[in-house]
């Protein structure tokens, strides 16, 4: 018989790409979702929340030729006597179980339905730093509408939404662009052919990488990378490359005149024309609502999601400087994006359903805000109520008992009492603001020892008492007196 | 070459036993769970949110001889060029990650470690009516403190979680029962064999649905089931039994009592007696605290768990009555539970890491709440602003922009605005209190026509304008006037 092998024991660790969210963290999302849920409520957008699971059919990533369904979604097979059971995955966006819910739900839901939807998504990719498989996402999405009051709702909402969670005006813009004036460009360009279009949309999504001059190079005969390698380019002529360069930069100082350079650009395209009216149509439902380029702003230099969208697309950036990871100022960027995507129920039903929506990058933004400042960092933890006599449980559990009645956070320690400096230690590992001590003579006494940590921890910091002499750091008080007296010092130390 | 077939529409189908949840039934239970994130912190525990997704093995749910992990969880391999990745699952619970967090991140926890968690958990079990295969639970455990200081705080913190979220004192009751003193009685019956200890355990497990007598006859011969299918018994003799039921039976008017009933029935079991002075311990610490017999209760009658646990259990049970599938009266029964268990990390480090904790069952809460009318039901639609004439969408954005700058949810209609019916059937769908309209009249007179749409539901449905007669179902009001008429009426309609 074999050697019985001794069992190993599992590794305490996440999976690679997941990771543990503690305490403040989790608060100060919860808070930011909260925030944002209240905006598009009072913007007429109604919850949904689906299941994390779907079937790999509903979100249209199986591919037919092969055993498992494709990378970038994790998906298992359903278990059934003949093998044969269905294909499930964890949803990787918030818009394809959108797409699956109104397909199904389509003849209950009011139409236009406007909904919003916040919480995690997987992506089966490799992880990197920052990079994580599990993230969130909160989106709104206006469904059954083609008109661009629709698109220009969504941009008003997103700037309110940046504003309610503490970006301030002037530190961001939400940046229009549309998928239909490029239609126009390229129309005006003569190019009709799928590959030579894809390969032009390609380059354009370079631009915010390689700039006008980059652009050029890349249309026509090629570019040589900074890494030394030459990239081959599109082939076009100077003269055929001319319309995408104009559309690019035709960003003006006025909305009228980045209008009136978009309408050049496209020259008689008639999908160019409608693309220029429904952006100017934006712009004036936007300024009737009191939002003007200070907030949104058409900008032909967004470029992300034009490939993907089909008519309106935009982008909240945020403008302050950071410092990237050599000490470099830059701007932050961007934090969330969308646009109108037109065939989102077609897959289901056949019929085609107009609609446009946002999804907000919940991490992005929460770390915008830290940066800023802007987070609510209280980690401050509960006052801790020592034991002094083990036996005595019960006179601490009261004393914790009223504070927590009054509103108050509290704890008793709850690990082995023997060693003082160790309830102190984890007082002080628990960022606890105040000690409450009762040994005998204190009970005797009708009285409690309250230690002011926070004190505590700024003359140990400042190494000095003096400037806080006038303040104790250690004083008794009346037993009867506990909540009032631990309520005014907590109103003291935050001060 | 073969006829190339059409290809297949996908269904839109949420995969079996997953479903969708919208509007008010998502605000309810975020509020619901707020709530309780707001109790629990207060107690001093700290949020923690770990991915959905964990290894099968830190799960502990891997089998070495099979190919895939059992049944019971979600789980696929990762892809890696060896066809030897990790085997990856969803969380069936909220416990088993807490034990991997905690062995992970111990040396920078507190000891002990109070958290929180609350999340959806995923069961790869047959769905049922009312059984789904994603549901919510919301949890709270104590790392690293064997004191039942611990389990008396996690009781006290459950009672008051209960009247939080709406549950009138009285409305339930949290009973405790001790694992140790069950293992005290099969000391004192004199069994040690692991499987008609098991055995036991079984029969204990049906006292709440077979009764004194059925426990009885299960611990002897043996039972004739309600099938009419003859159940064989354990094979213990009538005075070997009783030990067992004068434990289940112990239960008295107080808790002195109770205390009592249940030293006879340990008899001289050291183990037992230990269990016993556990349950003393916790009654004097929740009475220290003001939480006397009236919310939470020593009852050895609870057996739910005590399989599973190693020392306190404890369960919240609903008292009062609804109406069972057949109309019958019955209680509405057990929302939360939980207990001791010493073994939580131990797999993971090897030491013993003492712990306890509970679990709300969210949903089922939120039912309970639904039956007792407690949850704010508010599923008022948005104000809708009608659309009489398309080429004037920027001047209803107006309207539209005041009212949300004001705080009033309200949305312009984004359908298309060729039939007014269908406007007013969506703003009925919606469930939208008010109708605002503007046509060219209004527009030249500077008046806005508002239709107050409670009262004319109202109407409609008692088919009597009489009563109603003093206020108008429509009327006319300045377009400077806008904010604080529609505030008036929105207040007028909440009386």
Redesign the interface.
């Known amino acids: 018989m074999a050697k019985q092998k001794k069992p190993q024991?599992?590794?305490?660790?996440?999976?690679k790409g997941?990771?543990?969210?503690?305490?403040a963290?989790?608060?100060q999302r919860?808070d930011m979702l909260?925030t944002i849920?209240g905006v598009y409520?009072?913007?007429?957008f109604?919850?949904?929340?689906?299941?994390?699971?779907?079937?790999v059919?509903?979100l249209?990533k199986f591919l037919p030729d092969v055993d498992?369904p494709n990378?970038g979604v994790?998906?298992?097979q359903?278990?059934d006597e003949n093998d044969n059971g269905?294909w499930?995955a964890?949803r990787y966006d918030l818009t394809a179980p959108l797409a699956?819910?109104f397909?199904?739900?389509r003849n209950d839901l009011?139409?236009?339905y406007?909904r919003f939807a916040m919480g995690?998504v997987?992506r089966n990719e490799k992880p990197g730093p920052g990079r994580f498989?599990?993230f969130y996402q909160c989106d709104a999405d206006?469904v059954?509408?083609g008109?661009v009051?629709?698109d220009?709702?969504i941009c008003?909402m997103l700037a309110?939404t940046l504003e309610a969670v503490g970006i301030d005006r002037g530190d961001y813009v939400v940046r229009i662009n549309n998928r239909k004036v490029l239609n126009g460009v390229l129309e005006v360009m003569g190019l009709f052919d799928d590959d030579q279009r894809a390969n032009v949309l390609r380059t354009i999504d370079k631009f915010d990488k390689v700039g006008e001059s980059g652009v050029r190079e890349l249309l026509g005969k090629g570019r040589l990378d900074a890494s030394g390698a030459y990239i081959d380019g599109v082939g076009l002529s100077d003269a055929q490359a001319e319309p995408v360069v104009a559309f690019l930069t035709s960003k003006s100082d006025t909305t009228e005149g980045t209008l009136a350079n978009l309408r050049a650009a496209i020259g008689d395209s008639e999908v160019g024309a409608k693309g220029v009216d429904e952006l100017q149509?934006m712009a004036?439902?936007l300024?009737?609502?009191?939002y003007g380029p200070d907030r949104i702003v058409i900008d032909p230099s967004v470029v992300r999601g034009l490939g993907y969208y089909t008519g309106p697309v935009f982008e909240a950036e945020l403008t302050f400087e950071i410092k990237d990871e050599k000490g470099r100022p830059r701007s932050f960027g961007s934090v969330a994006g969308g646009g109108r995507y037109d065939d989102l129920v077609k897959?289901?039903?056949?019929q085609e359903v107009p609609a446009t929506g946002v999804s907000i990058g919940v991490d992005r933004l929460l770390a915008a805000l830290h940066m800023k400042g802007r987070l609510n960092m209280d980690t401050t933890?509960?006052v801790v109520v020592t034991v002094m006599d083990r036996d005595r449980?019960?006179?601490y559990?009261?004393i914790?008992?009223e504070l927590?009645?009054a509103?108050?956070?509290?704890?008793?320690y709850?690990?082995n009492p023997k060693s003082f400096g160790n309830q102190l230690k984890?007082a002080d590992?628990?960022n606890s603001p105040i000690a409450i001590i009762q040994g005998g003579d204190e009970l005797a006494a009708g009285t409690l020892q309250v230690k002011d940590l926070i004190l505590g921890a700024k003359i140990a910091e400042t190494a000095s008492q003096e400037e806080w002499s006038e303040r104790p750091q250690q004083f008794e008080i009346p037993r009867a007196d506990l909540v009032s007296r631990i309520k005014a010092l907590l109103d003291e130390q935050n001060q």
Chains 1, 2 share one sequence.
């Open positions: 024991r599992p590794k305490a660790q996440t999976p997941f990771r543990d969210y503690f305490g963290e989790v608060a919860t909260r849920a409520h009072r913007y007429g109604e919850a949904l929340e689906s299941a994390a699971v779907e079937t059919e509903a249209g498992r990378e994790f998906a298992w359903e278990e269905d499930l964890l699956r819910v397909a199904q739900h009011p139409t236009p406007r995690p997987w498989r599990q206006t059954g509408s008109n009051a629709a220009a709702e008003a309110d149509t004036d439902l300024a009737a609502g009191g897959r289901f039903t056949g933890g509960p449980m019960a006179d559990q009261a914790v008992s927590r009645n509103g108050i956070r509290a704890e008793v709850l690990g984890y590992q628990r």
